[in-house]
């Protein structure tokens, strides 16, 4: 770099860090590539058994973070956590875990602080879906719902706090949903839970905004998992999905990591509060 360039950059972080930015490595000589890489970072993802979760798993590995990746059946998030770490070289974990339960959710921080020493970035994944008009579903429908898509990501929320607050730095990434903003018949405790939890996002962003954890929500359009095998498997429910979405196909789970690399990363550093919505087009509409 010449003097006269380096001068200016200098010039420039100074600039920068005295309106309160973090750091003036940012504008001298990093790789925007860079500001990705999770190398250090333990990142635990509920539901990464399969499906988004799992995707999800696969691109924080890929960009070098250590993985621990939880369902309730433990079993398959070994296997699944296997896959990972032969896929990617990087030491991955899976435990049995059920989200609605909060002796399980504290577990699951204390086994990742146990094995991998640290905790870093926080992506509540783990979510299910049951459909019907209201006056066909029960209440125990409802509970499973809204205790799975909302209450088990503020409990794991609640579980890794004193460690991102004691680091100055965390992340949490929760999976929401385009339902969460809009809706359309027969998802009242899906789109009720997941329209909550886009708010506990911009809470817990309020909350933790000066403690260095950003907190954002990523939120899918249709895409092709075991979720949604009631609609993949009518011909009907399934063309429909697809006359809706303005790229007219379901989404691949493989589209949605790199958009949780951004958000787990120092790429995304000044977002906190935000939705983040991957959905082929849908809410344009
Ligand atoms: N696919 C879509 O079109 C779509 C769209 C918008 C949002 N999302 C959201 O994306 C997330 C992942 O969905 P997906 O499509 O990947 O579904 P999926 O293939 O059915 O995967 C769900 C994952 O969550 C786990 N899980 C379910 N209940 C759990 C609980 N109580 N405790 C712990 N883990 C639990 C499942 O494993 P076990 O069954 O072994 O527990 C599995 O690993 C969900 O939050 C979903 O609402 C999906």
């Not at 200098?10 to 990093?30: F, I």
């Not at 790789?31 to 995707?55: E, Q």
């Not at 990523?218 to 092709?224: D, E, I, R, S, T």
Request: with cysteine; proline share 5%.
């Amino acid at each position: 770099m010449s003097f006269q360039l380096r001068a200016r950059s200098v010039r420039l972080a100074w600039v920068v860090e005295s309106c309160g930015a973090r750091s003036s490595e940012y504008l001298v000589g990093r790789n925007a590539l860079d500001r990705f890489r999770l190398d250090g970072k333990v990142a635990l993802v509920t539901g990464g058994s399969r499906g988004l979760g799992r995707a999800i798993a696969d691109a924080l590995a890929s960009a070098g973070a250590r993985i621990v990746l939880t369902a309730r059946d433990g079993e398959v998030a070994a296997a699944t956590a296997g896959s990972v770490e032969a896929a990617h070289g990087k030491p991955s974990l899976g435990l049995g875990v059920d989200v609605t339960h909060r002796d399980q959710v504290e577990a699951m921080v204390a086994k990742t602080v146990e094995a991998f020493g640290r905790l870093d970035i926080l992506v509540n994944n783990a979510g299910i879906n049951i459909r019907g008009p209201i006056e066909t579903l029960s209440e125990d429908d409802w509970d499973a719902v809204v205790d799975t898509n909302l209450k088990g990501p503020w409990l794991c929320c609640r579980a890794v706090a004193p460690i991102l607050k004691a680091q100055k730095w965390g992340r949490v990434i929760n999976v929401s949903s385009m339902m969460g903003e809009i809706s359309m018949p027969g998802r009242t405790p899906y789109s009720s839970s997941k329209g909550g939890l886009t708010l506990l996002t911009k809470t817990l962003a309020l909350e933790w905004a000066r403690d260095g954890i950003n907190v954002n929500a990523l939120c899918p359009g249709p895409f092709a998992t075991e979720i949604n095998t009631p609609l993949l498997n009518d011909p009907q429910a399934r063309a429909q999905m697809e006359a809706n979405v303005p790229m007219a196909r379901w989404g691949d789970p493989t589209e949605l990591g790199p958009a949780a690399v951004f958000l787990a990363s120092d790429a995304s550093s000044f977002m906190t509060g935000t939705t983040l919505f991957i959905d082929g087009g849908y809410t344009a509409r």
